[in-house]
């Protein structure tokens, strides 16, 4: 069988300023054609397609099209959209038949003129291999499944692990689920329900809490002969769109079994809703822990996830470093935060190890929620901008910073960079001679992935209340298109 392979992936937030060019997908994962087969060492949905197709013992041949993923950011710009669109078509026109399509997609990508940018790519590939041709895709967990996404596929295999460590897994079933599917063993019919809440992405951890608990249910039904396959979506909550909202897609030959499945979930789903509630911090609680708490070994790790470039934010806020000047922190407590700022990444760079600076930091983008800050230092380090992640994002993908420096302030160490890139993996600041397990404080950008990496390094771990646009208090977010009634916002419905 001829199977086409390929990915567009990224996530947006609709709260955000930040936004991606095509020079943003070059810079994290981008693959064309024949460049997809090749051996990679990045454990994601791509080297699942591969590991499966080796599997069937020459049965299938791969027609590689194109891999792309960037970093989260806002809105997409039709540009970007259209010329990565381009660049799938002109591969698929390389393509003159095939059995199937195995694609990766994010499932909560908006265009800065629809809602729906995931959908577009399905009917795009879709118009292109006909109504008969199978269609299976991958989803992040996060995803906001659509009407269009699901009658545009004949199989839909979600991310079961948050923080995400099964890309590759997932991507080895959607193939393996695909492969039933050419040979006629399998038709599965999608039953999607949507279900109308969204909850911070704090508590969406699937191996303990409330998630836990769901896909214990979801699992079990799997077990039970009610679903074939079942897949939850909390979706990312920073989406101010009409068609919003967690869902639960359920797939199985039997149509009625698997309605009546996903209706099933779909109700616990929605009981579970108040357990997602997060506790936040103000930074100077997080300073009072370290004044009086001095006997633990371990760092405290604090996430500014209302500036998580993993979640779409621009990653150039400088809220918690003001804050902590404010505080004195930089005369008592070792400290390490990042900081996405082109401008003054450069200008540390080209100063050079050792030199005095004085620089203006932050809100280069996101210039709704704060102003930059004046600092003075001294550049300690410039960094290469590369770095591979271990298992916490996508295991030894290397990520690309940019032009980077670390520039101290007091006890204060401030890596500032270029790109903005996912930062819950202490390789980021080991990546340039800075050492999170040897500090007081350790910052992220984070809602949640980055408890993979960290909760092995401490214990000590909270969320911070600042501003944003991936704030976890979504209450404060001006939401104006999504549907009403909706959770948080409305309960007694």
């Known amino acids: 069988m001829n199977i086409v392979i390929g990915g567009l992936i990224q996530e947006s937030n609709t709260f955000s300023e930040a936004r991606s060019a095509l020079r943003d997908f070059r810079h994290y994962y981008f693959r064309v054609g024949e460049e997809l087969l090749q051996p990679q060492k990045a454990e994601n949905e791509l080297s699942g397609f591969l590991r499966a197709a080796a599997e069937e013992a020459g049965d299938v041949t791969l027609l590689p099209a194109i891999f792309a993923q960037a970093v989260s950011s806002g809105k997409v710009p039709r540009e970007t959209l259209d010329a990565l669109k381009q660049a799938l078509l002109e591969q698929l026109g390389l393509i003159p038949e095939c059995d199937g399509v195995l694609f990766s997609l994010h499932g909560a990508w908006v265009a800065e003129d629809n809602d729906d940018a995931d959908g577009e790519i399905v009917d795009l590939i879709r118009g292109h291999v006909g109504p008969d041709v199978p269609i299976v895709i991958t989803l992040d967990s996060h995803a906001n499944v659509t009407g269009k996404i699901v009658e545009g596929v004949d199989g839909i295999v979600g991310y079961r692990t948050f923080p995400h460590i099964d890309y590759a897994d997932r991507g080895y079933s959607a193939a393996k689920l695909l492969f039933r599917i050419v040979r006629g063993e399998t038709k599965p019919h999608l039953a999607m329900r949507k279900v109308p ?125 003001r804050e902590l000047l404010r505080l ?24 050079g190890e050792g030199s005095p600076v004085k620089l203006r930091v932050g809100h280069s983008l996101s210039r709704s929620v704060g102003q930059p800050l004046e600092i003075e230092g001294t550049v300690v380090r410039i960094g290469s901008g590369r770095f591979l992640f271990g298992g916490g994002t996508v295991a030894n993908l290397e990520a690309n910073m940019g032009r980077c420096a670390v520039v101290s302030i007091g006890t204060v160490s401030l890596l500032l960079m270029e790109n903005p890139t996912f930062t819950g993996d202490p390789a980021m600041y080991r990546s340039v001679g800075l050492e999170p397990a040897e500090a007081d404080l350790v910052l992220v950008k984070s809602a949640n992935q980055f408890r993979a990496e960290y909760e092995q390094l401490s214990g000590r771990i909270y969320i911070l209340d600042t501003p944003g646009a991936s704030t976890a208090n979504l209450r404060s977010l001006p939401f104006r298109r999504i549907p009403r009634p909706m959770y948080p916002f409305e309960d007694d419905f």
Not at 305 to 317: L, Q
Not at 330 to 337: D, G, M, Q, V, W
Request: glycine content about 6%; aromatic content about 6%; proline content about 3%.
């Open 197 to 321: 809440m969204i909850v911070p992405a704090e508590r969406h951890e699937t191996y303990r809490g409330p998630m836990a608990e769901l896909w214990t249910e979801a699992l079990a039904g799997e077990r039970d002969g009610r679903s074939a396959l079942t897949s939850l979506f909390l979706v990312q909550p920073w989406l101010d769109i009409a068609e919003m909202g967690c869902s639960v897609v359920v797939m199985d030959d039997d149509a009625d079994r698997a309605e009546k499945e996903a209706e099933r979930l779909a109700a616990l789903m929605w009981g579970k809703r108040s357990l997602f509630d997060v506790k936040l911090y103000q930074v100077s609680e997080i300073v009072r822990l370290l004044e009086t708490d001095k006997t633990r070994s371990e760092p405290i790790v604090v996430s500014d996830s209302a500036d998580s470039p993993g979640a779409g934010s621009a990653g150039d806020s400088n809220f918690v470093l």
């Open 328 to 351: 004195g922190a930089e005369r008592r407590y070792r400290c390490l935060l990042s900081m996405v700022d082109r401008e003054a990444a450069g200008a540390a760079a080209d100063a």
